[in-house]
């Protein structure tokens, strides 16, 4: 890892997509790739990110529920999250930006997306 680069959690339940995702981000980005929400809060009481990239539909504590632990953790509310899911309705995306997100990226993941993506997010950080 390289310690001049940005931490990314990448979260999903989906390896396949854990895979993609980091193959596209990696050569810019520290990337942790976590299997479901409940990790990701284990893992935030060790590393802070500077974003996470989360998955809605994922087994014992989907991304919404994620998203509002983490919006209501005083430690943990300022980080920016965008969710990469295959939910493409406007509910979802009207849903997943109330609840605190800053982005909704529709997955299958595209590689020069999804980096593109996050790239405009830290340019404007």
Do not use: C
Not at 14 to 41: E, H, W
Not at 45 to 72: H, N, R
Not at 98 to 109: Q, W
Request: charge should be neutral.
């Amino acid at each position: 890892m390289d310690a001049n680069h940005k931490i990314v959690f990448l979260v999903d339940d989906d390896m396949t997509n854990l895979t993609v995702g980091k193959r596209a981000l990696t050569s810019f980005y520290n990337v942790y790739t976590i299997g479901s929400g409940k990790a990701l809060l284990v893992l935030l009481e060790k590393i802070m990110p500077e974003l996470i990239l989360l998955d809605i539909d994922m087994p014992e504590m989907d991304g919404y529920e994620t998203i509002k632990q983490l919006k209501s953790n005083e430690k943990t509310a300022r980080i920016p999250v965008i969710f990469l899911t295959s939910h493409n309705e406007k509910s979802a995306v009207v849903e997943g930006i109330s609840l605190g997100a800053i982005d909704y990226i529709v997955k299958p993941i595209v590689p020069i997306k999804l980096l593109r993506r996050v790239n405009a997010f830290f340019d404007k950080a």
